[in-house]
């Protein structure tokens, strides 16, 4: 991806996002944001999508910037929110399971793609997205629970459906793991001779 188009892909991304997610907390009695903490989100996903630009502002400005591990690790933030603002958890029933998969497949990607700046294995690169993946699973169920489904209607089928979230939100992150690792012909090296790969 060139330095142009990522650009502009990750300002959309993240312009796109905020403004939807404005929207919803400004209109939290529309059907498909009733019940969805859409305040909450408003809050917490400009913030999460802005941990790459920090930290290779921070750390890594030396290098080029990882546009694709920025956008793959925007995109899920993006995805949850477009699917309420269209009422698509609510109206298809596949849905959300599709989204547990699919986005920490995206989160994890994005995290190992990181890791290339790094001198890690690609065993250990495997390992620690998969990881990755798992915690980040767990943390957003808890964060489900405490936002909204302990005094919702859901609470009484919660068991079951965070069993199948976090199944599924580990296979996604085991997939993306397992075939960047594969596809990318991973070798120990050092950050800065693979930098260029991420962009």
Request: glycine share 12%.
């Amino acid at each position: 991806m060139s330095s142009r188009v990522g650009l502009i892909a990750n300002i959309a991304a993240k312009v796109l996002l905020v403004g939807l997610l404005v929207y919803g907390a400004l209109n939290p009695g529309l059907p498909q944001f009733a019940g969805k903490a859409m305040t909450g989100r408003a809050i917490a996903y400009p913030l999460a999508t802005m941990v790459v630009p920090i930290g290779w502002w921070l750390f890594a400005r030396d290098r080029r910037y990882p546009f694709v591990a920025d956008l793959l690790i925007t995109a899920p933030f993006l995805i949850d929110t477009v699917g309420n603002a269209l009422d698509l958890y609510d109206s298809i029933g596949w849905w959300d399971d599709a989204n547990h998969f699919m986005n920490w497949a995206l989160l994890a990607g994005g995290f190992v793609l990181l890791l290339r700046w790094s001198d890690v294995t690609a065993l250990v690169a495997g390992l620690l997205g998969i990881g990755f993946g798992a915690t980040t699973a767990i943390l957003w169920e808890l964060m489900e629970y405490v936002t909204f489904i302990r005094n919702s209607p859901e609470l009484a089928t919660a068991y079951t459906d965070t069993l199948g979230d976090l199944g599924l939100g580990l296979a996604g992150s085991v997939t993306a793991s397992t075939l960047i690792i594969l596809a990318s012909g991973w070798q120990q090296r050092s950050g800065e001779s693979v930098s260029g790969r991420m962009t």
